[in-house]
């Protein structure tokens, strides 16, 4: 089953353009977004509601929080992102406009599961799940379902199930807009050509990997290691942290690179890598003078560029650069870099990547 591999989740890793390329299928046959990509019910759904509300736990809470970047931007919605098992125990104001969005590989997180139960019970009813599994326990309990299909992720590591959730989460993104009136037929004509570019920059980022494990070489000993990103690329960094504390058991966090003043910069010295994301968007230039500011601490720098970037190897800096420039779906792209360099540091540590200590791949109880 492993093929070539030797984990599951290398093989999952290297799986992503297919992956990717398979939920991406239906809105390429649909030559365009639309509710019913979504199903029957999808077009009522959408209609009834004017904002929208983000349950999911672990990765899938930060595929949430990705998604917040494009809904509000390219639909105009007003979208919040909650982790499942706070939301299930406090006390909400109820809004029955919003559209109610569980986000789960297994389909069977409990606490997901819970949140949603509860949004519902609280007078809820528009709720969308997006999931691996089909006929899973959450999305039978919601009233439109999007399937991801990646296939059967193994690895305890969520990889291929956060870079298809985030492409159905743009689906959302555009769909909403679409039936909102917001997206011009030139803008969808646009993002529809990001989308189908999409699995081949997928597999671009995969080739980068040789540069990778040179990194991890360096990571395997370290005990801590702090992971910036700004905007939309800010929640590819707890991503990447998660990942690298979950599998290689080191120390990591993530911070909006803007907030290092404001704290983690006293952490920061010779023996705290600290890993960016910095892509070529409109924050690029906030994200260079974050890196100065690391810099002048004596801070290492693993910075992960694209080729519009124009950063430059420095002493303290150094720079791999995913080979193509993916403007809106970049933070995709940008997964890539990260899911490897987790699993190469994995490696050099030596330990088991498949099945970390004291963690299980469904989360069925609290
Ligand atoms: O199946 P789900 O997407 O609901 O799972 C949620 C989390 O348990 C899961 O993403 C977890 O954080 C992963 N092990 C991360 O790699």
Redesign the pocket.
């Known amino acids: 089953e492993l093929g070539p591999y030797r984990h599951f989740m290398q093989k999952e890793i290297h799986e992503q353009p297919r992956a990717v390329s398979d939920t991406i299928e239906a809105v390429i046959d649909n030559n365009g977004f639309g509710p019913e990509l979504f199903g029957d019910k999808a077009a009522e759904v959408f209609d009834a509601i004017d904002a929208v509300k983000i349950l ?7 595929a949430g929080m990705t998604a917040k970047y494009w809904i509000e931007s390219i639909a105009g919605i007003r979208c919040d992102v909650e982790i ?1 098992s706070e939301y299930r125990y406090r006390d909400i104001v109820a809004n029955p406009k919003e559209l109610i969005v569980t ?7 409990l606490d ?1 599961m819970e949140a949603l139960k509860y949004a519902k019970s609280q007078g809820m009813e528009q709720t969308l799940s997006i ?3 089909p006929e899973s326990a ?1 999305p039978r309990a919601s009233k439109i379902v999007y399937y991801t299909r990646a296939g059967a992720e193994i ?5 291929k ?2 870079t298809t ?1 985030l492409v159905a989460l743009f689906t959302l993104a555009c769909t909403l807009a679409k039936v909102k009136g917001r997206l011009t037929a030139e803008q969808e004509h646009g993002y529809l050509e990001e989308l189908r570019a999409l699995p081949g920059s997928v597999q671009h980022a995969l080739n980068i990997e040789p540069q990778i494990i040179a990194w991890a070489e360096k990571f395997a000993p370290k005990h801590n290691a702090l992971f910036l990103g700004r905007g939309v690329h800010y929640p590819i960094a707890l ?1 990447g942290a ?2 690298l504390k ?2 290689s058991y080191i120390h990591a966090e993530a911070y909006p690179a803007g907030e290092l003043k404001h704290g983690p910069l006293a952490l920061v010295d010779e023996s705290m890598p600290v890993v960016v994301i910095a892509p070529n968007d409109q924050l690029l230039e906030k994200v260079k003078s974050n890196i100065q500011e690391v810099r002048a601490r004596g801070g290492e720098m693993f910075v992960f560029a694209d080729l519009d970037s124009n950063f430059s190897e420095a002493e303290q800096v150094h720079v791999i650069r995913t080979p193509r420039h993916t403007g809106v779906l970049s933070p995709i792209v940008h997964t890539i870099p990260v899911q490897l360099l987790s699993y190469h540091t994995a490696l050099a540590v030596g330990t088991d990547v498949d099945k ?1 200590r004291n ?5 069925t109880v609290e």
């Open positions: 999911a736990c672990g990765t899938s809470y930060y499942a986000i789960s590989q297994s389909g069977e997180t997901t999931c691996n599994v959450i690895g305890v590591a969520s990889t199930a956060f959730q991503e998660l990942k979950e599998i970390p963690l299980a791949k469904s989360v």
